[in-house]
């Protein structure tokens, strides 16, 4: 077996069994191709809000990236592919139930060993490609999906009025405040009618995950006064 190998497999192997951080602990990763990767596993109970600052210095000047759509998801993260560097200090603004906020540790990108010395070794990926929404530039909304170590994904930006929760259920949030008239009509990946829920009342509501009989893909479109406002997709993982 080559030399190089020998050396760089138990590497490989401590760095796989190393544990996610929990927020308010963060990871930032370098994988290569001017992307950088920020991700964490959130275990607080109740999070309004995760927001994604970067600078080009650790103690000022930070500045909010993005906000995340889903902050109470278990498991999230978003790919940087517009930084001007690697160099560049990231950090988490965390707010909490009861008006409660922390901001995390400041760190700096760190070379993704075990991506980069599969490359070098020439070891399969057997691993489904990690995607996370696109961070375009200093732009607070999501962009399309990007594969660590395949070809871009489709491009596809995850709706904020309908999709899927952490507890696996549809959350539908509705803009509040306006005195306008909802429905939301719903679709098999076909086009195939499944279901609409007309004149809705309640602005901030979630689905029964059995309503749609399996997992995968599924439309939606949604309508405000009788015209189409958003026309879009969400995904159901298999869990029943």
Not at 85 to 96: C, H, K, V
Not at 124 to 140: M, T
Request: hydrophobic letters at 35%.
């Amino acid at each position: 077996m080559n030399k190089l190998l020998l050396v760089l497999l138990p590497l490989v192997a401590c760095t796989l069994l190393q544990a996610q951080d929990t927020l308010p602990k963060f990871s930032v990763k370098n994988i290569g191709n001017r992307h950088i990767v920020i991700d964490w596993v959130n275990k607080f109970e109740t999070v309004k809000q995760i927001s994604i600052q970067r600078s080009f210095d650790s103690l000022k000047n930070f500045k909010t990236i993005l906000t995340v759509a889903d902050p109470a998801a278990q498991l999230n993260g978003y790919a940087d592919t517009k930084a001007d560097n690697d160099r560049l200090f990231y950090r988490l603004y965390i707010l909490l139930d009861k008006g409660v906020y922390l901001f995390s540790d400041t760190k700096r990108p760190a070379w993704d060993t075990v991506v980069n010395i599969k490359r070098m070794t020439g070891i399969p990926d057997k691993q489904p490609a990690v995607q996370f929404p696109v961070i375009n530039g200093d732009s607070s909304s999501t962009g399309p999906l990007i594969s660590t170590n395949k070809p871009k994904a489709e491009g596809w930006t995850p709706s904020k009025f309908v999709y899927t929760f952490k507890d696996g259920y549809i959350r539908i949030s509705l803009p509040e405040g306006e005195d306008k008239k909802y429905s939301i009509k719903f679709f098999t990946m076909n086009d195939q009618p499944l279901f609409e829920l007309k004149d809705i009342k309640e602005k901030n509501f979630k689905i029964d995950k059995t309503d749609f009989y399996h997992s995968g893909w599924f439309k939606f479109e949604l309508y405000e006064d009788g015209k189409l406002k958003e026309k879009n997709k969400f995904f159901l993982p298999k869990e029943f």
